[in-house]
Structures are given as structure tokens and as C-alpha cells.
């Protein structure tokens, strides 16, 4: 064997184990009885403890300098071990097994804290959370700012100050658009009724389908957070309901699915290997977001929607497919970012960024935390938290030490804006198609053009590959002010 | 850091890694997708390396070497840690991780070969589980018996002559008891009707909690075969429904209850260590039968759950208690082992002990074990096999290589019958609470008797100190003739 297949068998397997434990992480959010926290806190920490004995093991490094890589996919399987390889030596292996561990006792508290309503029963275990991931970020950062140091797990390449220009740029547009449509004075129509969980799930897993979901390949279960988990055959994926709201479970299941195909949808070639999955999370959530938005909410694709949904729920006493086009596109101040409008969801997670990298880098007090956000909320979207459930306990993110990670949705927005402008160049009669539910063409385009590719580019390059040009803001807000222009009469 | 506690801290972590193992077993039949087993097996294989190693860790030799246990607990930690790694060192790593791969993709071809009822689909990967198994046994063999070292990963202490000497004392009386039955004119009452599946499973989960399951530390989910997966604070079970016999979902919850919560009540300060789970596959089979038989299956309890069926499913169409018990303990000849009686049952198992031994000691190609399984099922059952289905592609136990574990099911029977004895001792009005549902006094007797002691002591010490006796096969053979011979009047 030479160096480079013995490192590849090292990775494999190594890659082999990082999915067990990403089952593992799916396993307590869905099925794990309430009363394993704690034991499954210490199996967490057994296996995050392996991983990293792994990533770490020097013989990566004696394989590294050795390994003569024979084409440009063993390169890139090069590329990505060695950043791998050099972010896990820099980080203590007590550190990694003290943020498993925590991180996992975490989740179940946040949960429970969240229930019921209760941010003081919190607050101190967040602290501890937020102290590790410091110490981490300092670690890999080696001198250099500890949030950057952080943004590489999701992003590679990308730094705190570049994001910050660009949120800096979408803004004015963003905050404009969002005033002239509540200055509009038209009232988008809203779905009213009690919709049955059991349809909704039907429709759920009818709408994954038609989004090119494999469940040969993946499952749909329940959670209080949708997520997608798992990569080339096994890619779960979990949906919530609300009776009230079908288009939450309708939707966040049309985000998930766009996250769980990507990763089904990368060469085979690449399984259990650095380049078996999707490129970063911004790209991730380009995907998700196309999926959702740009083609789950269209005028086209809603007129599909709106014939299932009466044919599932009977009348649902909104005028006609223009309409329920507006219901669909409904523009609102909700405290919940995974239900905002695509106006307002790039506030949130603005928000989020501004408040976790002062967090980080100690500008921002924990126990200050809650203020802030309610401040800031209130500043950007008129409304004054009413509760912890709908303010700082929303999101499971910082709970499991995930800092770095929210900017990475406005950046998959922007790449999602970018690749619905080459997908509509690619595909003319795409709305004739959306109309009939049809999806063939434009998952046809994703995958062959981005999906497949998994790793095998750096994030931007994919994306670059895919548009044919680098990505910028300008499609999003282009579209964005066309859309909501049009349905707020302006 | 001791010796001893480098130890138990090395341990504790490796049964940590080998819970969640047992948990991705647990999905693998629970909610993988189909097309997942292929990654799934490489996954295992990769854990299964990992576990490999840590077990056969040369630090463990040196340290079991140096540790000075403070007590008598710490001596059986240091017994049970030595008999596992001195039987892990004669395993070659190659061997542990082709075996794991190649049952994990067993498992999935098995099931599939069921369902098509198709034998020939599945000879040829059976016939390479036992060759990998015929070569595990002989490397922990080491000249002695083969099958004997399989059995030691099942009933340590037990071996194959000791198993044919005690299933040549049980068969004379069992033989002799089913001929009285099958000739005593009476027929048994059997419960006709359709029981919907959503009932079976309420009551089912009722049936659990009653019999002492925490669901806080567990869960219930259906599956081809039931099973019980897990110790500590998150134990598994699952259950399966048949429309026509609720009897199936109900009883099969009940065992695997027995085993669930042996795991869960054993002494909290064990969690995560080698004396944390039950002491052998017959201990544990002796709590599964004796909730499900001696308590389950009584007169007293049975009148309480005929009250409980009647008030789920109506009119249940049988004369009343007595009938209802009749019908509960009908003796039949049937084709499953899982559904047998309690007369029947140890010929299921007898069956497949000989077959099995002769498989592994090279007597019996596995060409020849349908033929083999359908000869002796005849002879002892007085029933020809009509498919594969209902005969040697019955059971998950081959498929993933479990050679040596069906006898334990009869060990577990004898071990149940010595129990059932000295706890009427214990609770002399048991009956009367059965009969209230009041499993309380038998639960708490078993508990602190048994349960609590985990791995604590070896076997059949474990068995014959709550009984007070060693164990031998009289008191069982003597209920059964007993109870028998009262419902067949004779």
C-alpha cells in the first residue's frame, strides 16, 4: 500500500466512526428516553475522545508529508485531511472531550429549560459552554481572533470581518424593502383552520419526495428542532407540526430535504471520505434554502401546492393560488427565526452573529445575554419578546456549542440568490414545470452541477462553478425586492 | 491513579463505546433505512476495530497485574475485566472486525430471505457466518472443545456436556407431560377475533409499566423479533403485533420487560463498569420467563388481564377467567419458537442446541440444515415444516452469529423454576396480589434477591444465593406438571 491509500484507509474508517457518533447526536434528539442524559453524556465523550485520538494520531502527519497524490480528487482528499489534521492537533484532547461532554448534558437541559420557560436554570451551564468554546477558539486560533478561528468548522476561508462587510451591504436594502412592505398598507391573507398531524406528516413526506428525497436512503421523524443528519446512504431528516400552521411543518421539511439530498446526491465515489459531504454549511444552506424559497415558495410551485393542500384538507377558505401565493409569502415580525419570511430571516440571524461574536471574543456578558437579545429584537423588529421560549432559548445552537455556525445561513441566502439566477438561465420553462409539481429538472441541475461535487472544491469555488461567476448579494435583494414587490403591490 | 483505577477509568470508557455499539444494533433493526446496510456494515466493522483494540489493549495485562482491589466488589470488577480480555487476546483483530461486518450485512439479507421465504438466497452467507464462527471458536479454544468457547461468551462456566446432560434429564418428564396433554381428550380455548394494532400496543405499554419498565430510561418500538438492547439508564425493548393474536405483542412485552428491567435495576455504582449488566444469558432468560410464565401466565394474574383485554376489546368470547387461562396456556405444536407454550418451548431450543453444536463442530453442512431442522422437527413436534419461515430462517440468533446462545433460553427456564419456588417461600399471598395486577412484592423480591447484583457474582452463584439452593431442573418440571395437569385435567 502506499502512503496515500494507508492514509485513506485511516480517514475511512475514522470517517466510518464520525457517523456513528452523528447517529448517535440523531438518536438524542429523537428517540433517547429522557432519563439517558446523563449516561449518554459519558458515551459521547468516550467516542468524541476516539475521534480525536484519531484525527490527531500522528501518522497523519508521516502520511501527509508522504502521499503522492495521483490526480486532482486525491489532492482535494489531501487538502481536506490536512486542514482536518491541523485544526485537531491544535485543540487539547481534554478540551474535546470536556465540550462533548457538556455540550451533550447541555442539549437536555436547554430542552428542558426551554419547556419551561426558564432561563435562570440555564444561564450557568450556557456560561460553562461558552467558557470552552473560548478556550477552543483560542486554541485554534494560535493568536489570531478566537471567532474566526471558530467560523472555519463551518466555513472555510472565510473570516468574522468579511462577513460583517457583507451583512453590512444587505441591510440597507433588506431594512428598506421590510418598511415599504409594512408601509404598503396591504394585509398578505393568512391560513386559519386546525390542520390534523397525521395529514400534515402525509403531505410532509409527499413534499420530500417531490424534492427528490430517497427513503431507501434516509427517515423522517418528530423533533422540537428540524435538523438533517448523516451522509451517503443514511440521511435522516425531522419535522415538527403545529396545528395551526401547516406551512411550518410543509416547509421546514422542504429545508430539510434540501440539505439530506445534497448529501445523498454526492458521487458514491466520495462515501466515508472527507469529500463525501456537502462542501460547508453555507453551501448546505444554499441548498436548503433554494429548495425552500426560491423554488417551494414560488408563485409557480405554491399554485401545485395550493391543489394538495385542498385535496388534503379540504377548502381552506383563502380566495384562489394568488392568495395562498401571498399566505405563503406572508411578511410578519415573528420571534422564531426558523418560521421568518425570507425578509426578515436574514435579521435574525444578524442578530445572532453580532450577539455570539461579542460573546466570544468577551465583549458580551452571558448572564447579559438575554437583555441584549430582547434589545436588539425589539430595535429590529418592532416587537418586545414576550418569553425566553421565543427569544435566547429559541434555537438549539449555542446550547450545543455551535458558535460560528448562524452567519452561515445569510451566506447560503446569498449563494442560493446567485444559483436560482443560473438555474432560471439553465432551465427557461422552469415555472411551467414547478406548476405541475414537477422538480425533475431543476434537482436534475442542482445535483449535476453542485451537489455531486460534495467536497471535492472549496466553498466558494463550488458555488463559482455552479453560477459561473463569484458569488454576491445582488441576486438575492434583486429578487427578493421583485417577489415582494409584486405581492405587496409596489 | 492506582493501578486499578487506571483500569476502571479504561474500562469504563470502553463500556461506554460498546453501549453505544449495542444502541447502533438497536437502530440497525429499529429505524435504519433499507439501503443504508451496506455503510452500516463498514461503520460496525470500524467500531468493532475500535472495541478490538481497546480490549485487547496490552496496558490491561499490566495492569491487572499490578491493581490490589480495596474489596470485594473491586475483585469481581478485576474477574470479570480479566476473563473478557483474556478471551479478547486470543481474538485475532482481523477476525472481530470481518465478523462485524459480515453479520452486520447478514442481518439484512437474512430478513429479506425471510420475507421471500427463499432459503437459497440466504445458505451462502450463513454458511460463511459459521465458518467465521467455527474459526473464532477454535482460536479461543485453543485446542479444547469449539463450541464450549462459544459458550462462554453466553453462560461462562457452562459447556456443551454439562448442557446435553441437563437436556437429557428435562426431556424424559417434559416428552412424557406433552403426550399426557395431547392425549387428554381436552381441548384448550383460543382467542379468535381482530385486535387492532394501536390497542394491542396501549395495553402492551401498560403491561410493561405494571411489570416494573421505566420509561424514562427506555423505550418501546416494534421490530421483526423483539428484543431488549441496553443496560443502565437507557434500555430498549420492542414488541411486534399479530391482529389475530394479541397474546404475541403482550407476552413477548412481557418477556423482554423481564430483561429490561434486570438491566435497569441493577445497583446504579455498577453503571458503565463489567458488573454493570446482567450475569449471563441464563440468569437473564430466567427473568424474562419468570414474568413471563410464572408470573404472567398465572391463574392469579391472568384473571386480572382478562379484565383488563375485556375492558380494551370488548367481549373477548371465552367462558370467562377460567377459559380465558385455558386459552392463555394452550398447548400446541407450532412452528415458532417465540410463540411456543411453556411445554413445548425447551423442544424448540433442544432442537436447535444439537443442530447448532453439530454446525460448529463441523458434523452438519449447512447444505444439509434445512433437511437436518425439518427431520427433528417432525420427530418432535409431529408437524412437517412448511416453509422456511416457519423453520431454520425463523430466528435472527444464526444470521448474526449468536452460536451458543439458544441453549441458554432452557438454562434460563431451570433458573426461573428454582426462582418461582423460593419467591411463593418469600410471598405467600402472592396470588392474591397477581390477581389485583399488584406486581409490586415479586418485583421488589426479584430486585433485591437478583437484579440488583448485576455481574456481581458469577452465574450460578447469582442464581443460588436468591434461591438459596443451587439450581436444578425438579422445581421447574414439577410447576409445569402441576399447572398442566390441572388446566388438561389429569
Known amino acids: 500500500m502506499t ?54 494520531d500522528p501518522r497523519i502527519g508521516d502520511w501527509l508529508e508522504a502521499a503522492a497524490p495521483a490526480d486532482d480528487v486525491a489532492k482535494a482528499q489531501l487538502r481536506e485531511i490536512r486542514r482536518s489534521y491541523e485544526r485537531s492537533v491544535k485543540l487539547p484532547a481534554r478540551l ?34 461558552v467558557k470552552l468554546k473560548q478556550e477552543e477558539g483560542q486554541a485554534l486560533a494560535a493568536g489570531g481572533d478566537v471567532y474566526d478561528a471558530l467560523l472555519q468548522d463551518y466555513e472555510p ?3 468574522g470581518a468579511e462577513i460583517a462587510a457583507l451583512f453590512g451591504g444587505l441591510r440597507p436594502r433588506l431594512v428598506a424593502l421590510r418598511e415599504r412592505i409594512l408601509g404598503s398598507g396591504t394585509t398578505a391573507p393568512q391560513l386559519s383552520g386546525d390542520f390534523a398531524e397525521a395529514a400534515q406528516l402525509k403531505l410532509a413526506e409527499r413534499l420530500a419526495v417531490t424534492f427528490g428525497y430517497d427513503l431507501s436512503k434516509g427517515r423522517i421523524d418528530k423533533a422540537v428542532h428540524p435538523f438533517s443528519s448523516g451522509s451517503g446512504m443514511d440521511v435522516r431528516i425531522t419535522t415538527r407540526t403545529d396545528p395551526a400552521d401547516p406551512f411550518n411543518c410543509f416547509y421546514s421539511t422542504i429545508h430539510e430535504v434540501g440539505h439530506a439530498t445534497y448529501e445523498q446526491k454526492v458521487d458514491p465515489a466520495y462515501l466515508l471520505t472527507p469529500l463525501g459531504s456537502g462542501a460547508s454549511m453555507g453551501v448546505h444552506e444554499s441548498q436548503s434554502r433554494i429548495y425552500e424559497n426560491q423554488l417551494g415558495r414560488s408563485r409557480a410551485f405554491t399554485s401545485w401546492l395550493f391543489h394538495q393542500m385542498q385535496e388534503t384538507f379540504g377548502d381552506l377558505r383563502v380566495g384562489g ?33 453580532d450577539l455570539e461574536r461579542a ?95 460534495g467536497s471535492r472544491y472549496v466553498p466558494r469555488e463550488t458555488v ?15 429578487y427578493l425586492e421583485e417577489k415582494f414587490g409584486a405581492i405587496y403591490g409596489f
Not at 100 to 128: H, I, K, M, N, Y
Not at 402 to 420: E, M, R
Open 157 to 159: 476561508g472565510t473570516t
Open 3 to 56: 502512503a496515500y491509500d494507508e492514509l485513506m484507509s485511516f480517514v475511512r474508517e475514522t470517517e466510518a466512526l464520525s457517523a456513528v457518533a452523528g447517529r448517535t447526536g440523531w438518536d438524542q434528539e429523537t428517540m433517547m428516553p429522557s432519563g439517558a442524559a446523563e449516561q449518554r453524556g459519558e458515551e459521547m465523550a468516550a467516542l468524541e475522545g476516539v475521534l480525536h485520538a484519531r484525527r490527531t
Open 464 to 478: 463559482a462553478r455552479a453560477c459561473g461567476a463569484e458569488p454576491e448579494a445582488g441576486p438575492l435583494l434583486d
Open 321 to 353: 393560488p394568488d392568495d395562498f401565493y401571498a399566505a405563503v409569502n406572508r411578511v410578519h415580525s415573528g420571534y422564531i427565526r426558523t418560521e421568518a419570511d425570507e425578509v426578515h430571516y436574514n435579521l435574525h440571524v444578524m442578530l445572532r452573529f
Open 359 to 453: 460573546l466570544i471574543e468577551g465583549d458580551l456578558a452571558v448572564a447579559d445575554l438575554p437583555g441584549a437579545w430582547n434589545e436588539r429584537f425589539a430595535r429590529d423588529f418592532g416587537v418586545a419578546v414576550d418569553k425566553p421560549s421565543n427569544g435566547v432559548l429559541q434555537d438549539v445552537h449555542w446550547p450545543v456549542g455551535l458558535f460560528g455556525y448562524f452567519p452561515t445561513y445569510s451566506l447560503g441566502n446569498v449563494y442560493a440568490g446567485c444559483l436560482h439566477r443560473a438555474l432560471r438561465e439553465a432551465v427557461p420553462d422552469l415555472d411551467a414545470q414547478l406548476a405541475e409539481g414537477d422538480l425533475s429538472a431543476a434537482l436534475a441541475w442542482l445535483a449535476e452541477n453542485l451537489q455531486q461535487h
Open 96 to 129: 474535546a472531550t470536556e465540550l462533548a461532554r457538556v455540550t451533550s448534558v447541555s442539549q437536555g437541559e436547554w430542552a428542558a429549560a426551554r419547556r419551561a420557560d426558564d432561563w435562570s436554570a440555564f444561564q450557568g451551564r450556557l456560561a460553562q459552554v
